[in-house]
């Protein structure tokens, strides 16, 4: 069974640091596109940030220069490393695996991971 | 950015009827567009993708059209479970934007 289970998340001060991980099992994570996606709470769904099959890195404004997605084959872990947090960046935090349909790289999230509360407070 | 609108933001609705939410980008996406639905608590599920494939294992009351800039997500006949809220997200490129999302509750 594909599934996504992250871990990672808590209580961190504003200006503070924390790393998101997100363990793949049921399928390589190495041969797809992943991405993070967070919720506020009461809120949307806002795109955070992106890891293509073939290295390459995206991030949303908001996060840029701040949080690094990267991803450890041998672990079959994504991670989200979260620099410089304002409470802004409370929500809870879902990653997903992108598949792809007659072109693109990314073009739609299945499946998602339960997700992990990251709270920013003081 | 192209900017996602999702509408309404809420309705209401009884078992049975049929309601349609509608996403519109603020540019043409071709049928870069998809749907998700999350139920309380949970994480977003995928429904629709390329805005008219239905997700294995969805209901087949649920449908999704549209291309360019405007799209549909229709529910045929709503059962009970089908009272959660519905995100349309597009991701012809980065960043793969959401629309604001739409509650559908119990009238």
Do not use: H
Not at chain 1, 55 to 79: E, H
Request: glycine share 10%; hydrophobic share 35%; charged share 15%.
């Amino acid at each position: 069974e594909v599934q996504l289970l992250e871990s990672g998340g808590g209580l961190v001060q504003p200006g503070g640091s924390l790393r998101l991980s997100c363990v793949a099992s049921g399928f390589s994570l190495s041969i797809y596109a992943m991405s993070w996606v967070r919720q506020a709470p009461g809120n949307g769904l806002e795109w955070v940030s992106a890891f293509s099959s073939g290295g390459t890195t995206y991030y949303a404004d908001p996060v840029k220069g701040r949080f690094t997605i990267s991803r450890d084959n041998s672990k079959n872990t994504l991670y989200l490393q979260m620099n410089s947090l304002g409470v802004e960046d409370t929500a809870v935090y879902y990653c997903a695996r992108c598949l792809v349909g007659s072109s693109g790289w990314c073009n739609w999230f299945d499946p998602w991971g339960q997700g992990t509360l990251v709270t920013v407070s003081s | 950015d192209i900017q996602m609108t999702q509408s309404p933001s809420s309705l209401s609705a009884s078992v049975g009827d049929r309601v349609t939410i509608t996403c519109r980008a603020s540019q043409s996406i071709s049928s870069y567009l998809n749907w998700y639905q999350q139920k309380p608590g949970k994480a977003p599920k995928l429904l629709i993708y390329a805005a008219s494939s239905l997700q294995s294992g969805v209901p087949s009351r649920f449908s999704g059209s549209g291309s360019g800039t405007d799209f549909t997500l229709t529910i045929s006949s709503l059962q009970p479970e089908d009272f959660v809220a519905y995100y349309c997200q597009r991701s012809n490129s980065v960043p793969f934007t959401f629309g604001g999302g739409t509650k559908v509750e119990i009238k």
